[in-house]
Nanobody
């Protein structure tokens, strides 16, 4: 049984930082590409960052230069470091194993003064 659990969301002021974590259990974590997605109210879910099994990364234009995705295969965890946060980054953030139906339950990030 594959289980994915995100954590680290919260309320932060504009310009602040948060680090999200995504812990995966029940799968061969190191073999899979992972993705961080977000969904704001009334908007479609979008992919913001991805990392493949070899560590190569890719970002959406909206977060490039501000967000960093990384992985620790020993801990079976993927991270999303978010800096210089903006109100438009407010969304529920989800982690998934790329190209599968395995998703976490999401963690809320709210950027507001």
């Amino acid at each position: 049984q594959v289980r994915i659990e995100e954590s680290g969301g919260g309320l932060v002021q504009p310009g602040g930082s948060l680090r999200l974590s995504c812990a995966v259990s029940g799968s061969i974590f190191s073999a899979y590409a992972m993705g961080w997605h977000r969904q704001a109210p009334g908007k479609q879910r979008e992919l913001v960052a991805r990392i493949n099994s070899g560590g190569s990364t890719n970002y959406s234009d909206s977060v490039k230069g501000r967000f960093t995705i990384s992985r620790d295969n020993a801990k079976k965890t993927v991270y999303l470091q978010m800096n210089s946060l903006k109100p438009e980054d407010t969304a529920v953030y989800y982690c998934n194993i790329r190209y599968t139906s395995y998703w976490g339950q999401g963690t809320q990030v709210t950027v507001s003064s």
